[in-house]
């Protein structure tokens, strides 16, 4: 069994920085894509970064330009760096990963339990 831990949540005004964490931790395991998605309040989950094990990103268009996504591969983490935040960003961010137990091809989604990030104007 595997665990995604975020941390780094919270308030903070427009035109600030915050910076998100998670790691993975549990049973040996092959950590795949990883991403990052949230959920403003009253809206669907959406997508705001994926990255893969060789470090290739993608962005939702909303955040291009001001969000960061980086992992470490030796430490099982994936970071979101968040900057030029603006109030629609305020949303539960939810750390997520695709992994496979060590020497098998069986895939399955984790996502950790969610980090509130509130932007004031």
């Known amino acids: 069994q595997v665990q995604l831990v975020e941390s780094g949540g919270g308030l903070v005004q427009a035109g600030g920085s915050l910076r998100l964490s998670c790691a993975a931790s549990?049973?040996?395991?092959?950590?795949?894509?990883m991403a990052w998605y949230r959920q403003p309040p009253g809206k669907q989950r959406e997508l705001v970064a994926a990255?893969?094990?060789?470090?290739?990103?993608n962005y939702a268009d909303s955040v291009k330009g001001r969000f960061t996504c980086s992992r470490d591969n030796s430490r099982n983490t994936v970071s979101l760096q968040m900057n030029s935040l603006k109030p629609e960003d305020t949303a539960v961010y939810y750390c997520?990963?695709?992994?496979?137990?060590?020497?098998?091809?069986?895939?399955?989604?984790?996502w950790g339990q969610g980090t509130q990030v509130t932007v004031s104007s």
């Open positions: 990255i893969t094990t060789d470090g290739s990103t």
């Open positions: 997520y990963a695709i992994i496979s137990p060590l020497y098998q091809r069986e895939e399955f989604q984790y």
């Open positions: 549990g049973s040996r395991s092959t950590i795949k894509t």
